[in-house]
């Protein structure tokens, strides 16, 4: 069988679903192909949105018409604003959400888009056709490029020179991918969200299984089908902590954590969710904290989370399995996540502690499952709940699963442009782990990048670049593509030197109404999509330099925060009220 697309969007996580919205909202026809209908956006690892300049990405993508603000909206249990303490430009908003509402609140956004299908199967070979005496060298101005060589130890080697060659010259064409039940779909452009799934495995003590997830299959063919084309390929891990019954839990001895008061959002659209008029939040109770959610019963109740903290016993019972941690017997050759470490490696680096902060995290407002947030772990699971249970309040806690460690495969960021298309194969797009980043907002801000670009470059239009010196996704795209990575890659507002600009712009970019229009509840055409995208000041037909100290910024534009309108305005309104640390 043979399918014909403008678009296709291989993995169906966060940033599959902002790609494939977007390539579809900009009117192109957008296929999305997923292993599981029922796991889409899935959150494999904590259930919660933003953090510290997460959030500020989030914000980014609800600003361009992107959807995962508004889904987090309709399916949050509890708000927090982090970094109160600092200036305004570093506040982070994070949301804890409901992980299985959070899922069909994302499947109804995408049922409900126009120019996208969903194909359930698993895509096992890239398409491609050989370029031949075709000129499709493009230009660059600026653009660094790494000559050094990546290893699968998950690290790369670079020379440390840079060439300024000006041009990108494409060895092949994307032509379309065919599945492992022999569906061949021909597209104009593929853009890879495969996230941890090529060649994923599994690590559990000296146990290893092949997956991408706990229980579900990894893709193990399709990296070689696009290495074989000269793109580079090289290993990365990650982890995740056990799940516990929170019938198990004495909460008597947890200290509670609840959210915010203040009717807080991520969104700055008021009930708009999707493209089909049909708004996702039927209501917003201010401070009760309180959403309605479309298609599911009941109201959304705010739950607490839990702090407990780690002590000598744990720290005893958990060194007593190091010998068979695949972290430390040579299992695990690859890099994982600076900033997330696993539980071994906190008592490996810091030995003196003599304890470490956990937080428990409600998985949702109907299931007894809770995250136990800073125990990731890979270590046997007779020793992971041993240690558990000498927490206090964890007792007696019943595990649903263990914590696993995750390798994959993911390819090298600086063999992308700006727009996330490949320099090696024209058409060819990758966004979120597949580039060595982690993160849900991470992915999603790559995937609306990837998913535009992919619809313009479709429709022969001029190319959307966002810069460093405007936006947070700009800062994250330029430093993979120019900077690569040995780790994996996670935002933070420190790695933004133009965070205060950033915050100015984006409120502009709102007070003007110009975001991309990606999403409207009126059904005006998609070609309005790219009359919005035409006024954006950082539409660019290619990457240019990141030095842009000599343009004028204007002001930003102040005005009264009022409630926001009624669910099915289309009006632009504060996602949140001016906050003061000290009110």
């Known amino acids: 069988m043979i399918l014909n697309y403008d678009v296709v969007v291989v ?20 296929l999305l192909v997923t292993m599981d209908m029922n ?33 987090t909206d309709a399916t949050a249990i509890q708000f927090r604003m982090l970094n109160v303490g600092k200036g305004p430009a570093v506040w982070s908003p994070r949301a804890q959400c409901d992980r299985g509402k959070f899922i069909w609140e994302w499947r109804r956004v995408l049922d409900e888009t126009e120019n996208l299908d969903i194909w359930q199967d698993q895509v096992e070979e890239l398409l491609v056709e050989p370029v031949e ?23 790369m080697q670079h020379t440390g020179q840079t060439q300024h060659t000006g041009q990108t010259q494409h060895t092949g064409r994307v032509t379309g991918v065919r599945t492992i039940w022999g569906a061949e779909v021909h597209a104009r452009c593929v853009i890879i969200t495969a996230g941890t799934f090529l060649n994923g495995l599994m690590h559990i003590g000296r146990k290893m299984v092949k997956g991408g997830r706990i229980a579900e299959p990894a893709a193990e063919h399709l990296t070689e089908s696009i290495t074989r084309h000269g793109i580079r390929s090289a290993r990365m891990k990650t982890g995740t902590p056990v799940r516990i019954d929170k019938r198990s839990i004495d909460f008597t001895k947890l200290r509670r954590q609840d959210g915010e008061q203040r009717p807080y959002r991520f969104s700055y659209f008021t009930g708009v969710s999707g493209n089909s008029g049909t708004s996702g939040l039927s209501g917003v109770s201010g401070v009760s ?8 019963s009941g109201n959304l109740p705010q739950l607490p989370c839990w702090e407990c903290y780690t002590n000598p016993k744990v720290h005893e019972t958990l060194r007593s399995g190091l ?28 030995p003196d502690r003599e304890q470490h902060l956990l937080f428990l995290e409600p998985e949702g407002s109907n299931t007894n499952e809770m995250y136990l947030n800073g125990f990731s772990s890979s270590l046997p699971m007779d020793v992971q709940i041993a240690a558990l249970q000498q927490i206090p309040g964890l007792e007696n806690a019943k595990v649903y699963r263990p914590g696993y460690a995750i390798e994959y495969d993911f390819f090298d960021p600086t063999q992308l442009k700006h727009t996330l298309e490949s320099k090696i194969i024209d058409g060819l797009f990758m966004a ?10 991470e992915a999603a801000g790559q995937g609306l990048v990837a998913g535009v670009n992919a619809a313009l470059k479709c429709d022969g239009t001029k190319e959307f670049v966002m810069h460093r010196d405007e936006s947070y996704i700009g800062v994250l795209i330029d430093d993979l593509v120019t900077k690569g990575v040995d780790e994996p890659y996670r935002m933070f507002t420190s790695r933004a030197e133009y965070r205060i600009l950033d915050r100015t712009l984006i409120q502009n970019w709102i007070s003007k109404k110009r975001p991309l229009r990606l999403v409207a509840t009126e059904k005006t055409g998609h070609r309005r999509n790219r009359d919005f995208l035409q006024e954006l ?32 305005t289309t009006e632009l309104s504060e996602p949140f009220e001016h906050y003061s640390p000290t009110s």
């Open 323 to 350: 010998s068979d941690s695949p972290l430390y017997n040579g299992q695990i050759q690859s890099i994982g996540p600076r900033y997330c470490p696993s539980i071994e490696t906190k008592l490996v680096t810091f």
């Open 289 to 296: 904290g309180t959403y309605r959610v479309s298609g599911l």
């Open 537 to 568: 000041p950082h539409q660019s037909e290619g990457n240019q330099s990141c030095d842009r100290t000599t343009r004028h910024y204007p002001t930003p534009v102040r005005r009264k925060v009022g409630r926001p309108h009624s669910p099915s």
């Open 11 to 30: 993995g169906g996580g966060h940033a599959g679903c902002e790609a494939a919205c977007a390539s579809a909202n900009m009117g192109a026809k957008t």
């Open 432 to 441: 979120g782990q597949v580039n060595g980043t982690t993160g849900y907002e």
């Open 39 to 71: 796991k889409i956006a899935q959150m494999s690892c904590n259930p919660a949105v933003g953090g510290i300049a997460k959030g500020q990405i989030v914000r980014e993508i609800d600003a361009l018409g992107g959807q995962m603000g508004r889904v």
């Open 133 to 155: 005496n075709v000129a499709l060298a493009t230009q660059h101005t600026g653009q660094t490029q790494h000559t050094g060589q990546m290893q699968h130890t998950g690290q």
